[in-house]
């Protein structure tokens, strides 16, 4: 069993930076696919990032693109997401996942993740 979790959220003014990690324990996170999502109140569940366990490929959503940059440190079992020209529109609750998906250059629906940390906290605001 993987298990996921979350640092490093709080809260920045617009235009600042945060980065997000995620710690694995339980298995080895290079055989996953593992992606970012968030979710602000009162709306759904949004896939912003990932990283394609088939040929390590990144993926980003055009919410985030050019802003967030997706990584993993296999060595410390970690993910991260950059975090850069944060916006208001950012804030939201956000979660790490992993899972056997191999699916590159579409967004991964998140049923197609089998482990999900607890999510954190970004806030964007003055």
């Known amino acids: 069993q993987l298990q996921l979790v979350e640092s490093g959220g709080g809260l920045v003014q617009p235009g600042g930076s945060l980065r997000l990690s995620c710690v694995a324990s339980?298995?080895?996170?290079?055989?996953?696919?593992v992606g970012w999502f968030r979710q602000a109140p009162g709306k759904e569940r949004e896939g912003i990032s990932y990283?394609?366990?088939?040929?390590?490929?990144?993926y980003y959503a055009d919410s985030v693109k050019g802003r967030f940059t997706i990584s993993r440190d296999n060595a410390k079992n970690t993910m991260y997401l950059q975090m850069n020209s944060l916006k208001p529109e950012d804030t939201a609750v956000y979660y790490c996942?992993?899972?056997?998906?191999?699916?590159?250059?579409?967004?991964?629906?998140?049923?197609?993740?089998?482990?999900w940390g607890q999510g954190t906290q970004v806030t964007v605001s003055n």
């Open positions: 996942a992993a899972g056997g998906t191999q699916r590159v250059g579409v967004l991964i629906p998140d049923y197609e993740y089998d482990y």
């Open positions: 339980g298995r080895a996170l290079r055989v996953y696919t």
């Open positions: 990283i394609s366990s088939y040929d390590g490929s990144t």
